[in-house]
């Protein structure tokens, strides 16, 4: 399959598309970023629950749906529309997790928009298996029911996936393992996959990540050829196999990794970004005019930020965005530029009492010049401030291109600020950096005047 032939990408999440602290990596989320510019359409296919799906990291990356709970369940992107679901029937549903309740698991019940596990199972959470997050997010958002089959029953309600827990005990064994497949086999109208090791996830008859993309495919007017489908479990086989371009991570399943076409690095070392890049991303030479578009598009995505969301920003792409910082270029590189990293809850309140402009943000980047370090001309100008203009446009800029918000704050108590941070003394500082990202509301979002500019006739004049 040749790589202009790839029109839509589907990626699974855990293990795949996040690392192991559950956040994609920089050079993850600038390969999903580049292949949606190029036309790409971006599916994530998982097994949780859309209200479980990390909406925040996926904002910017160009991800037009997701496919949850192994397909029982397809959403639009951004706005989180379903536009399709596919229930098991409530009887069958009921019977299985009565039957099922006379082992020691935990059934992880997943109707529409609601989970629920069973009354006298909450207890169990602390000895199973699961990331941190994933148990602290099932205690706080289930719904424990005492008698959960004969409650799904009397509301006939429309069950989308049973996820199964196993207790792995001292020895190495998993508890109930064995008999629960067996009570499993006596229910051929499900479809039973695995999402990891000790874990059985169950959905209604042939729902699949493969079977509920047909919906998109169509709608989208690709094909299965067409198709790169990424994943690590054995609830990711079936899509791998329809594929044109079947991918699975290094830390994948042995069962997938036989089926998969290739096989990539690992989650943790960004095996989703070597799939795009080899595969998916248009590798011709471009132009110098396409070069200047591409910068020139993102120039024009650059807005002030004026209000800023309580998420972090992640020490590797901070690092980037000061490496670029450096980069620039100085006058007869004399460097008379000087940066700080205010991070610490400490500084963030001292920036606090000398500027109103922090918008919020955790992070505030200084860019400060020394005059008598600077390149001066023959009638006497020093290019200090000039210097350090160009280090900020590229720490604004590179911020812009890892996805992330910044504002150029100029107005700010200078003499003040020296008086909190004596580090800066003998430095003029010419901008604060707040940088994170954007605030969903309003505030967050572009200025009603962003756009408006003066025409080229009244900014440039040719000689």
Same mark, same amino acid.
């Given at each position: 399959?040749?790589?202009?032939?790839?029109?839509?990408?589907? $990626?699974?999440?855990?293990? =795949?598309?996040?690392?192991?602290?559950?956040?994609?990596?920089?050079?993850?989320?600038?390969?999903?970023?580049?292949?949606?510019?190029? /036309?790409?359409?971006?599916?994530?296919? =998982? /097994?949780?629950?859309?209200?479980?799906?990390?909406?925040?990291?996926?904002?910017?990356?160009?991800?037009?749906?997701?496919?949850?709970?192994?397909?029982?369940?397809?959403?639009?992107?951004?706005?989180?529309?379903?536009?399709?679901?596919?229930?098991?029937?409530?009887?069958?549903?009921?019977?299985? $997790?009565?039957?099922?309740?006379?082992?020691?698991?935990?059934?992880?019940?997943?109707?529409?928009?609601?989970?629920?596990?069973?009354?006298?199972?909450?207890?169990?959470?602390?000895?199973?298996?699961?990331?941190?997050?994933?148990?602290?997010?099932?205690?706080?958002?289930?719904?424990?029911?005492?008698?959960?089959?004969?409650?799904?029953?009397?509301?006939?309600?429309?069950?989308?996936?049973?996820?199964?827990?196993?207790?792995?005990?001292?020895?190495?064994?998993?508890?109930?393992?064995?008999?629960?497949?067996?009570?499993?086999?006596?229910?051929?109208?499900?479809?039973?996959?695995?999402?990891?090791?000790?874990?059985?996830?169950?959905?209604?008859?042939?729902?699949?990540?493969?079977?509920?993309?047909?919906?998109?495919?169509?709608?989208?007017?690709? =094909?299965?050829?067409?198709?790169?489908?990424?994943?690590?479990?054995?609830?990711?086989?079936?899509?791998?196999?329809?594929?044109?371009?079947?991918?699975?991570?290094?830390?994948?399943?042995?069962?997938?990794?036989?089926?998969?076409?290739?096989?990539?690095?690992?989650?943790?070392?960004?095996?989703?970004?070597?799939?795009?890049?080899?595969?998916?991303?248009?590798?011709?030479?471009?132009?110098?005019?396409?070069?200047?578009?591409?910068?020139?598009?993102?120039?024009?995505?650059?807005?002030?930020?004026?209000?800023?969301?309580?998420?972090?920003?992640?020490?590797?792409?901070?690092?980037? $965005?000061?490496?670029?910082?450096?980069?620039?270029?100085?006058?007869?590189?004399?460097?008379?530029?000087?940066?700080?990293?205010?991070?610490?809850?400490?500084?963030?309140?001292?920036?606090?009492?000398?500027?109103?402009?922090?918008?919020?943000?955790? =992070?505030?980047?200084?860019?400060?010049?020394?005059?008598?370090?600077?390149?001066?001309?023959?009638?006497?100008?020093?290019?200090?401030?000039?210097?350090?203009?160009?280090?900020?446009?590229? $720490?604004?800029?590179?911020?812009?291109?890892?996805?992330?918000?910044?504002?150029?704050?100029?107005?700010?108590?200078?003499?003040?600020?020296?008086?909190?941070?004596?580090?800066?003394?003998?430095?003029?500082?010419?901008?604060?950096?707040?940088?994170?990202?954007?605030?969903?509301?309003?505030?967050?979002?572009?200025?009603?005047?962003?756009?408006?500019?003066?025409?080229?006739?009244?900014?440039?004049?040719?000689?």
């Amino acid at each position: 399959m040749q790589e202009n032939m790839i029109k839509l990408i589907a $990626i699974d999440l855990d293990g =795949t598309l996040l690392n192991r602290k559950g956040q994609i990596d920089e050079p993850t989320a600038k390969a999903v970023r580049k292949a949606a510019k190029q /036309g790409t359409i971006i599916v994530i296919s =998982t /097994g949780r629950p859309i209200e479980e799906v990390p909406e925040e990291q996926l904002n910017g990356i160009g991800v037009r749906y997701v496919v949850a709970l192994n397909g029982a369940a397809v959403y639009k992107m951004p706005e989180g529309k379903c536009i399709c679901q596919r229930p098991m029937p409530a009887e069958l549903a009921s019977a299985l $997790i009565e039957e099922l309740s006379d082992l020691e698991v935990y059934p992880d019940v997943f109707a529409a928009q609601m989970e629920y596990g069973l009354g006298d199972r909450e207890e169990m959470l602390d000895r199973l298996p699961l990331p941190s997050d994933i148990r602290n997010y099932i205690r706080t958002h289930s719904f424990f029911i005492p008698n959960l089959p004969h409650f799904i029953r009397r509301r006939n309600m429309d069950i989308l996936k049973i996820s199964v827990s196993f207790i792995r005990t001292r020895d190495g064994s998993v508890l109930d393992y064995e008999e629960a497949e067996e009570i499993l086999k006596n229910y051929d109208q499900l479809s039973v996959t695995s999402g990891g090791e000790h874990n059985v996830e169950i959905t209604g008859q042939d729902v699949t990540k493969g079977s509920s993309m047909d919906l998109l495919l169509e709608e989208e007017s690709v =094909t299965w050829d067409e198709v790169m489908a990424i994943g690590d479990s054995k609830n990711d086989l079936d899509m791998i196999t329809r594929s044109g371009l079947g991918i699975a991570m290094s830390n994948g399943s042995e069962v997938l990794k036989h089926h998969a076409d290739y096989v990539v690095a690992s989650n943790a070392d960004n095996g989703v970004a070597e799939a795009i890049t080899l595969f998916a991303l248009r590798n011709e030479k471009k132009s110098k005019e396409e070069d200047d578009m591409s910068f020139l598009e993102l120039a024009k995505e650059r807005y002030s930020c004026r209000k800023f969301s309580n998420r972090l920003v992640e020490p590797e792409k901070l690092e980037q $965005i000061l490496q670029a910082g450096m980069a620039a270029p100085t006058a007869k590189n004399f460097q008379p530029v000087h940066l700080w990293v205010l991070s610490s809850k400490e500084s963030i309140e001292k920036v606090n009492q000398v500027t109103r402009c922090i918008y919020g943000a955790t =992070t505030v980047i200084a860019v400060g010049c020394r005059e008598e370090d600077a390149y001066v001309r023959d009638d006497g100008k020093n290019y200090a401030d000039v210097d350090a203009s160009i280090v900020a446009t590229h $720490i604004m800029m590179e911020a812009q291109d890892l996805g992330l918000n910044t504002t150029w704050v100029g107005w700010f108590d200078a003499p003040k600020l020296h008086e909190l941070f004596p580090e800066m003394e003998g430095y003029d500082v010419v901008a604060l950096f707040p940088v994170g990202y954007a605030s969903d509301d309003t505030a967050g979002q572009p200025s009603p005047r962003h756009t408006e500019r003066k025409t080229r006739e009244e900014l440039v004049t040719d000689l």
